[in-house]
C-alpha cells in the first residue's frame, strides 16, 4: 500500500482552514489510519488515531476524516504553531507500516 | 506516561555498524511494542522494524533485512538498533517510537527524541 499525500506544499494564513488530504493505492481499514505533526527539530508527534480519534492533548479544530482510500486531516482555523509538517500513516499487511510523504504547511 | 530518552549523535564510517540505544521510563520495556523509524535530512518518515503485537515477533521492512538487529535489554529497560554496512545514504536521524498502549491499533503513540547518524569517510 501506498500513501499519497496531497498538497505537497500547503500556503495559508492563521486562521484560514486547512484541508490536508491523504490516499491509499488501495482500500484501508480506517482503524489504522493515523495522522502526525511535526515541528522543525522535533520527533513527530501523535495528532489523529483511528481516521478520527483526537490524541490526548490535541485541540478540537483538528479533525480527521475519510474512509476506504481517501482520508482527510483539517484544521478549522489555522494557529501560529500549527505550522508544521504533516504525516499519514496506515498499518497494514505489506508493508506492515507505511507513511505518506508529508505535506507541509506554511504561512503565507 | 512513557519517556523515550535516546542515545547521542553518531558518526560513522562507510562500511561501518552503529547501534542506538533507546531507554524506556514510565513503564517496562516488556509493556510496550518498540519501533525504529528513520528520517533522512529534510525528507520523510520511513519505518525500519519493530516488535510486532500481531506476529508476536520482532518484523523488519524488507529494505533493512539483512542489515539491522534490533534488540531489547528488558534488565535496563534498554531498546537497541544496530544498522551494519553503513553506506553515505543512510544518514539520518533515527527514532525510537512505541505502539499505542491499547495494543490493537498500531499507531506510534510516543517517540524518543532521535539521534543523528551521520556516516562520512
Known amino acids: 500500500i501506498v500513501l499519497t499525500q496531497s498538497p505537497g506544499t500547503l500556503s495559508l494564513s492563521p486562521g484560514e482552514r486547512a484541508t490536508l488530504s491523504c490516499r491509499a493505492s488501495q482500500s484501508v481499514s480506517s482503524t489504522y489510519l493515523t495522522w502526525y505533526q511535526q515541528k522543525p527539530g522535533q520527533a513527530p508527534r501523535l495528532l489523529i488515531y483511528?481516521?478520527?480519534s483526537r490524541a490526548t492533548g490535541i485541540p478540537d479544530r483538528f479533525s480527521g476524516s475519510g474512509s476506504g482510500t481517501d482520508f482527510t486531516l483539517t484544521i478549522s482555523r489555522l494557529e501560529p504553531e500549527d505550522f508544521a509538517v504533516y504525516y499519514c500513516h496506515h498499518y497494514g499487511s505489506s508493508p506492515r507500516y507505511t507513511f505518506g510523504q508529508g505535506t507541509k504547511l506554511e504561512i503565507k | 506516561q512513557v519517556q523515550l530518552v535516546q542515545s547521542g549523535a553518531e558518526v560513522k564510517k562507510p562500511g561501518a555498524s552503529v547501534k542506538v540505544s533507546c531507554k524506556v521510563s514510565?513503564?517496562?520495556?516488556?509493556?510496550?511494542?518498540m519501533h525504529w523509524v528513520r528520517q533522512a535530512l529534510g525528507k520523510g518518515l520511513e519505518w525500519m522494524g519493530g516488535f510486532d503485537p500481531e506476529d508476536g515477533e520482532t518484523i523488519y521492512a524488507q529494505k533493512f533485512r539483512g542489515r539491522v538487529t534490533m534488540t531489547e535489554d528488558t534488565s535496563t529497560d534498554t531498546a537497541y538498533m544496530e544498522l551494519s554496512s553503513l553506506r553515505s545514504e543512510d544518514t539520518a536521524m533515527y527514532y525510537c517510537?512505541?505502539?499505542?498502549?491499547?495494543?490493537?491499533?498500531?499507531?506510534?503513540?510516543?517517540w524518543g527524541q532521535g539521534t543523528l547518524v551521520t556516516v562520512s569517510s
Open positions: 483511528g481516521s478520527s
Open positions: 517510537a512505541t505502539l499505542d498502549s491499547t495494543g490493537y491499533l498500531y499507531y506510534f503513540e510516543y
Open positions: 514510565g513503564y517496562t520495556l516488556t509493556e510496550l511494542s
